[in-house]
């Protein structure tokens, strides 16, 4: 399973989640990207996230 994190910094939980996502690592391929101090002017950034997710069974946002 394709799983994509993105972190935005609004979940209070999220260091949970994103221990759970690190015990699927293993069998699953987990792509994590950290938006939290991304320019929104950074296409390619933004670019990269899209394509994942558009390519993602799962979508985890932090």
């Given at each position: 399973?394709?799983?994509?994190?993105?972190?935005?910094?609004?979940f209070?939980?999220?260091?949970?989640v994103?221990?759970?996502?690190?015990?699927?690592?293993?069998?699953?391929?987990?792509?994590?990207?950290?938006a939290?101090?991304?320019?929104?002017n950074?296409?390619?950034a933004?670019e990269e996230?899209?394509?994942?997710?558009?390519?993602?069974?799962?979508?985890?946002?932090?």
């Amino acid at each position: 399973m394709k799983i994509v994190e993105i972190d935005t910094g609004l979940f209070p939980d999220a260091p949970r989640v994103d221990t759970a996502l690190t015990t699927l690592e293993p069998t699953h391929e987990v792509a994590r990207f950290d938006a939290r101090a991304l320019d929104p002017n950074d296409d390619p950034a933004w670019e990269e996230i899209a394509t994942a997710v558009l390519g993602a069974d799962l979508i985890v946002t932090l």
